[in-house]
């Protein structure tokens, strides 16, 4: 939005310049959220009275602590997001678009899903089938603009961490592997969104991984030296990815233990959807898997249980996903929180790694 404005003023010069505009919109979204925080806090309470439900077959604890906090907080990290992006971004860049699409409609998703809980007042909310199609609907869109966008042969191939700028062609195949990325990357942060703080923490940090990557491989320069597939256009990005970060820490603020509000499944899946969508452009979506591993381990925590039990009739965890199971086991909320966001450091590290590990 403020790009236009340097060509008539000289001092906006520093606008130019990708970081810059990245710093600025990871300031501008954390100032953002720690101003609309407590209003929005308070508009939450005023409309859901009793707060978000709680799974009778949940830990007991929660029935207890976490009874009567609000949800939805999603919109809070959203509006910060949005609007620090719109302000910062280059708004004729077609990946920012794809990006804020996946971002937008997962989160229009997960918030017709949060209602659904609180008129309700019941802990199931649109039904699983509904709110998968409704997802994938929104990937398939963004999937088609990013391969349009992004040149031929990195269009529909996927790239292979550890090689020089080896791609596997994928041809048509590579539209519904993008649409899993980001639909399984927007489950998965879902899934992992059970404690307080635990989902956020991850994400912010594995925006600020994908900060990084987006700039790098929009470089042409860092992107040759570090022998990855350069994607022209992909280093705006940050922009978003400063954005989320600067969100993130800010909500964090009001959803360190004990949480003051929960973001729901208004941002679980719409943050999930825009790491996977913004890996997609970056081509590190096999990255994803890495940085993000702490939601791959969530989300097969969950599959492993369900396959398992309709199986057998026995359970692999004592509940499922595995944060629950390690409550059950006697460990604190804030034990489990600290020390899977230190998992989620430690696999950023090994994701990284991979740009210089050829």
Request: aromatic share 10%; hydrophobic share 55%; glycine share 10%.
């Amino acid at each position: 939005m403020l790009l236009p404005l340097v060509d008539q003023f000289t001092p906006l010069n520093l606008i130019r310049y990708l970081t810059f505009r990245a710093g600025a919109a990871l300031v501008t979204a954390l100032f953002l959220a720690f101003i609309l925080g407590p209003p929005v806090i308070r508009w939450l309470k005023s409309k859901q009275g009793r707060g978000q439900p709680i799974r009778s077959d949940g830990p007991e604890s929660h029935l207890l602590t976490k009874k009567g906090t609000p949800t939805m907080g999603g919109v809070l990290i959203l509006i910060a997001m949005f609007f620090s992006t719109l302000l910062w971004a280059d708004l004729t860049n077609a990946y920012v678009w794809a990006v804020m699409l996946v971002t937008g409609g997962f989160g229009l998703v997960g918030f017709a899903d949060d209602y659904m809980k609180l008129t309700r007042r019941s802990s199931g909310g649109l039904p699983g089938r509904i709110k998968l199609a409704a997802t994938v609907l929104f990937a398939v869109a963004a999937a088609a603009i990013i391969v349009l966008y992004t040149r031929e042969p990195l269009a529909t191939s996927l790239a292979i961490p550890f090689f020089k700028s080896a791609l596997l062609p994928l041809g048509w195949l590579f539209v519904p592997f993008a649409v899993l990325v980001m639909v399984g990357s927007s489950h998965s942060v879902n899934l992992t969104d059970g404690l307080d703080g635990l989902a956020i923490g991850p994400v912010i940090i594995a925006a600020g991984c994908f900060a990084l990557i987006a700039y790098l491989a929009g470089n042409s320069v860092f992107a040759n030296y570090l022998q990855i597939n350069h994607v022209p256009g992909s280093g705006e990005l940050a922009i978003i990815c400063g954005a989320l970060v600067g969100a993130g820490l800010g909500f964090l603020w009001f959803n360190a233990p004990p949480a003051m509000v929960f973001m729901g499944d208004t941002g679980s899946l719409a943050l999930g959807g825009a790491l996977g969508a913004i890996a997609v452009v970056a081509k590190h979506e096999l990255v994803l898997a890495i940085i993000g591993g702490l939601f791959v381990v969530e989300a097969l925590s969950v599959i492993i249980q369900v396959g398992y039990f309709k199986r057998t009739g026995k359970r692999v965890f004592l509940m499922a996903p595995i944060h629950h199971h390690y409550e059950k086991k006697g460990w604190s909320e804030p034990q489990i929180v600290i020390r899977f966001w230190i998992i989620s450091l430690i696999l950023a590290m090994v994701g990284l790694a991979t740009l210089k590990l050829r």
